[in-house]
T-cell receptor, first 113, second 111 residues
């Protein structure tokens, strides 16, 4: 089954404790992206990648890191999480092309205390 | 000013009626436009996309794009209770790979 898998689905942690949210897709997609969703603000793009070893900033990259060492994986790293990073996070992937829809993972709900 | 704007709703629509959702965007060079549906607690799922001016129909859904007015809309005909969800407008910016989403319009279809 074609899917984007995120882990963990839920995480409660404390300020400053490094964490990684994994994202993996099995559709051989070149493009992957991370979003955060907050009430009233919709989805905001954090980082995206158009291929292995190629990453670019979205609208809200501060406080986040990503890497794309393999085509299928695109982890999101919070090196020193803060409470304002409490949010619902989605990973998405698509084929390259201006008319390609993104396939979203099920989301990761992060709470930073 | 938000770069992609949608009415937040809720938009209340009687069952069987037409729901009309609007989206405006600020970057005139934007290339493609997507409508996603998101049920509460779930991930967004694509309804349709459009990149040429005019109308595009898919079943009960019609997307309309007017690049001169920087406006894209979604019509849902014969609305069903299962259409009750939040609808997100997404815009692919000229720098390919960069997307902006509206905050979404909540649609409530009442039996």
């Amino acid at each position: 089954e074609a899917q984007v898998t995120q882990n963990p689905r839920y995480l409660i942690t404390v300020t400053g404790k490094k964490l990684t949210v994994t994202c993996s897709q099995n559709m051989n997609h070149e493009y992957m992206s991370w979003y955060r969703q907050d009430p009233g603000l919709g989805l905001r793009q954090i980082y995206y990648s158009m291929n292995v070893e190629v990453t670019d900033k979205g609208d809200v990259p501060e406080g986040y890191k990503v890497s794309r060492k393999e085509k299928r994986n695109f982890p999101l790293i919070l090196e020193s999480p803060s409470p304002n990073q409490t949010s619902l996070y989605f990973c998405a992937s698509s084929a390259l092309g201006y008319n390609q829809p993104q396939h979203f993972g099920d989301g990761t709900r992060l709470s930073i205390l | 000013q938000k770069e992609v704007e949608q009415n937040s709703g809720p938009l209340s629509v009687p069952e069987g009626a037409i729901a009309s959702l609007n989206c405006t965007y600020s970057d005139r060079g934007s290339q493609s436009f997507f409508w996603y549906r998101q049920y509460s607690g779930k991930s967004p799922e694509l309804i349709m996309f459009i990149y040429s001016n005019g109308d595009k129909e898919d079943g009960r859904f019609t997307a309309q794009l007017n690049k001169a007015s920087q406006y894209v809309s979604l019509l849902i005909r014969d609305s069903q209770p299962s259409d009750s969800a939040t609808y997100l407008c997404a815009v692919l910016l000229p720098s390919w790979g960069k997307f902006q989403f509206g905050a979404g319009t909540q649609v409530v279809v009442t039996p």
